[in-house]
């Protein structure tokens, strides 16, 4: 084999690998999103959903030799997990409480719902770590990665599925690319997918059709909780091995906006939030490259303005059309 054309394709392997890893806490939350937005009930708590599910893990694993000391040391990031998404499933419980019981805004509640977590999980973080930066000082465990045997002959497949190091790709790396088909399949083939679009799309219809409408409401929120949940738990138990303040930096608004550009489709979902990560694997190796950091903070958000303005461009010449 010509070895030029191995070295491109090994470095484009690894830089799709790179991509996996970098777009998975986006696509997790992102997907979360389009649940609860396809129900009627958009989640703009996505990014503290994220936060509080990505400290509660790692506390929790970290603690959770001295509460379960008969416990193998093998499932003390599995409880960290288990914390983070209960954590998650609680504000998105709280979240639907205050807006299909009280009557709160969902657009307010929401952004009080992000408040509340970045000023909790830096309180609780100086309470318990003395420090309002990072869990650093504390032997945080990590969620195994899943490595896949070699494809002989084919190295760039290898780099490809077990990343440019060789340890496998994360365990929800794999969770978040399973999770994409399943909820197409879930939305398209099943029963309960079709009464949560058709809660979203006429809420009096679907109560006449005998829909529980309440009830598909709270579980699309719950369900949305989940998925950004797990995008937090990644960041702080996969991508990074530790916490830290306002880690999640945006992403959680990343999903929202790859939930529009997308256009409110599981396809579109995905293809925005790999759009997402690559702009963030763009930062980073612009980063590595000694550009002012300040134009590399620029990237991502960059990217979503352009996005955004050119979906709904292409929106509008399809309205032009049609009209």
């Not at 999103?33 to 989640?43: A, E, P, Q």
């Not at 009557?103 to 000023?119: F, H, Q, S, T, Y």
């Not at 083939?189 to 219809?205: H, I, S």
Request: charged fraction near 10%.
């Amino acid at each position: 084999m010509n070895p030029e054309p191995l070295g491109w394709s090994l470095l484009l392997a690894g830089l799709l690998a790179a991509l996996l890893r970098a777009a998975t806490p986006i696509l997790l939350a992102a997907l979360g999103g389009l649940i609860s937005d396809l129900v009627g009930s958009i989640n703009v708590a996505l990014e503290g959903l994220m936060l509080a599910a990505a400290f509660f893990a790692v506390m929790a694993s970290v603690y959770a030799g001295q509460w379960f000391p008969w416990l193998s040391p093998v499932w003390h990031p599995w409880i960290g997990c288990l914390a983070g998404v209960l954590a998650a499933l609680s504000l998105s419980a709280m979240l639907a409480v205050f807006h299909l019981e009280w009557g709160a805004d969902l657009i307010v509640a929401g952004i009080a719902v992000n408040i509340l977590a970045a000023g909790l999980t830096v309180l609780l973080l100086a309470t318990l770590v003395g420090d309002k930066g990072s869990t650093a000082a504390l032997n945080s465990p990590v969620l195994p990665s899943l490595h896949l045997p070699s494809v002989a002959g084919w190295p760039w497949l290898d780099v490809l599925l077990n990343g440019a190091d060789g340890r496998g790709h994360h365990v929800l790396v794999y969770a978040a690319l399973l999770t994409a088909p399943l909820l197409a399949f879930f939305l398209k083939r099943t029963r309960y997918g079709a009464w949560l679009r058709a809660v979203g799309e006429n809420r009096e219809a679907a109560l006449n059709a005998g829909i529980p409408v309440r009830r598909v409401q709270y579980a699309a929120l719950l369900l949305s909780g989940l998925l950004a949940g797990l995008g937090g738990i990644y960041l702080s138990m996969g991508y990074l091995s530790l916490f830290q303040a306002d880690m999640t930096a945006g992403r959680g608004f990343l999903a929202l906006a790859a939930i529009f550009l997308g256009a409110r489709s599981v396809a579109g979902t995905f293809g925005a939030a790999m759009l997402f990560g690559a702009s963030t694997v763009l930062a980073t190796q612009l980063g590595a490259r000694q550009i002012p950091t300040q134009l590399v903070y620029m990237v991502p958000p960059l990217v979503t303005l352009l996005a955004l303005v050119a979906a709904g461009a292409r929106r509008r010449r399809q309205a032009s059309r049609t009209s």
